[in-house]
């Protein structure tokens, strides 16, 4: 989750930009940077950490400029230092470029621009990118315009991502001056353009509107495909294709919650939206994709220690412990360690067998829940490693652990828990891999990049989803019991769907494994009972999903099916079909969950609840 800040115009440009980036300094603390046009050259200034940093670089070392682009920085290609932060220029030093987001071919890009003579001195995907435009600036013999380079290499590009441009070697549109010049585009992660008032001849950029709101309240939201062009004129706004496209402009009236909350009806909303980015910044830094490695840079145990576990305890309450169960599953699949996951609030009161062989990992949210937190001091009393899963540094789990994996999933206001528990999962598969690198060696390269195409898959579901599972709680809002279903893997993302309806909507629910429905549940199933299954996966637990469904229709249940197959293929017995993306098996949960949420979201505001703080419940437990 990077912060992107830009401006054309007659003002001076640093200040516009520092202030831009300290409205969005929460988007990342890696590293920050600017660069503007000063003399017809492209000058720059990056600092490693806090924005703060680059603060005081800047103070000896003073840019001037009329317009130019400003980033703050949470790594994902490339370990945090000077020379990954941006702004990136290209190799022949006349193209810089800021960059949101994942480019997931960006290996095959790199050795084509390796072998055609470009250099590389940073480990980022970004500095791809610049190389990439700036190939496209001559391409061909003939002179392109940094817009043209930009479509042409956005052409080949593979992943999410939102990035500016400036360049020295600029081309003048018909009728426009070609004194200054940014080129944006974005697919996936949000890009807002700024417009300055009638006359004024500016215009503003930024990943946010927060950053916006100081200077002009009139905003463009770019969509996907979009490439906009921004002068002191006005901005031009073109899709891949190079034909021009119109986007409204809207004039935000938010006050200062409302722009806490930008733009949304409620945080949970916000919240759920926000997991695209959120799942990438919990990968971010720690994937090395050319190597195929896992980095954790927070685990004070040495390898070998960590190669003497023979045993893995996952603690937690609430949705963590949902996350618990699918970790289970997936570091007894990845590592062949054996995993037991307990209740936080139960682990101590068990005599659990501990040793200096067990690993115990604490999951939580806010590092503060009491139950979590005893659950880990008896695990660490019986001689065990602690490691956390947590979202905010310096919490009590963090200070008492020997290694932190942060999902940096940043503020989570919504007391039920969303992008916490997404990112809790992702932040458990690398864990899964870095103890399979420790094991076994290596990691095999699919599985990183399955964790890459995830974002994708993430903002797909929600766009596609979030009007249908409105519709879904018009229809069944009234209904007063719920049964969700699933199996394997799945069937914690059944605990977790039915614990969202209950704590949203208060309407009562129940999440069991498939298998275990004719055991008990299938008494309750009426036509008044709706029943959530989760029908994804191979054909084995394909095949007996779809038998419970039948099975519940035959009993005139309501069937509701989340799918990533074919609709056909469940043989006509449902009255409702929620798809989604298809993505590996281990990372299908985070998929699945989403519309669910979204379910629970809709289904509270439609009966009235208060969503981001229901009846009863605290963000964080911090009392036994």
Known sequence: MCGIVGYVGSREV????????????????????????????????????????????????????????????????????????????????????????????????????????????????????????????????????????????????????????????????????????????????????????????????????????????????????????????????????????????????????????????????????????????????????????????????????????????????????????????????????????DYGSEYRYRKPIVDSRVLAVGISQSGETADTLSAMEAARDGGAHLFAVCNVQGSQATRISDGVIYTHAGPEIGVASTKAFTTQLVALYLLALYLRQLRFGHVERHYLNDLAHLPQAVNDVILKQEPRMEELARRYFRAENFLYLGRGINYPIALEGALKLKEISYIHAEGYPAGEMKHGPIALIDRDMPVVSIATGHDTVFEKAKSNLQEVKARDGVVIALTDRDPEELGGVCDEIIEVPSVSPLLQPIVNVIPLQLLAYFTGVRRGADVDQPRNLAKSVTVE
């Open 14 to 341: 640093v200040p516009l930009l520092m202030d831009g980036l300290r409205r969005l300094e929460y988007r990342g603390y890696d590293s920050a940077g600017v660069v503007v046009i000063q003399d017809g050259g492209l000058e720059t200034c990056k600092a490693e950490g806090k924005l703060d940093r680059l603060k005081e670089k800047l103070a000896g070392q003073p840019l001037y400029g009329r317009y130019g682009l400003g980033h703050t920085r949470w790594a994902t290609h490339g370990p945090p230092s000077e020379r990954n932060a941006h702004p990136m220029v290209d190799s022949k030093g006349r193209v810089a470029l800021i960059h949101n987001g994942i480019i997931e071919n960006f290996l095959p890009l790199k050795k084509r621009l390796i072998a055609e003579g470009w250099t590389f001195k940073s480990d980022t995907d970004t500095e791809v990118v610049a190389n990439l435009v700036s190939s496209y600036l001559d391409d061909g013999g003939s002179r392109h315009s940094l817009r043209d380079a930009v479509t042409r290499a956005c052409r080949e590009l593979e992943g999410m991502y939102a990035f500016a441009a400036v360049s020295t070697t600029l081309i003048a549109a018909a009728g426009q001056d070609a004194d200054q010049e940014i080129v944006a585009a974005r697919q996936g992660p949000p890009l807002v353009l700024g417009l300055g008032a009638p006359g004024s001849r500016e215009q503003f950029l930024a990943s946010d509107p927060s950053a916006l709101l100081v200077h002009t309240k009139d905003v463009i939201f770019l969509e996907n495909g979009d490439i906009a062009l921004l002068t002191p004129d006005g901005v031009e706004i073109r899709n891949r294709q190079g034909e021009d496209v119109q986007r409204p402009v809207q004039r935000l009236t938010w006050d200062p919650i409302q722009a806490e909350k930008g733009g949304y009806k409620h945080f949970m909303l916000k919240e759920i939206h926000e997991q695209t980015q959120a799942v990438q910044d919990t990968f971010a830094g720690r994937v090395d994709f050319e190597r195929s490695e896992i980095l954790f840079d927070t685990v004070k145990l040495s390898e070998d220690e960590l190669r003497r576990v023979e045993r893995i305890h996952l603690l937690a309450c609430g949705t963590s412990w949902h996350s618990a169960l699918i970790g289970k599953f997936l570091i007894e699949e990845l590592a062949r360690i054996p995993v037991e996951v």
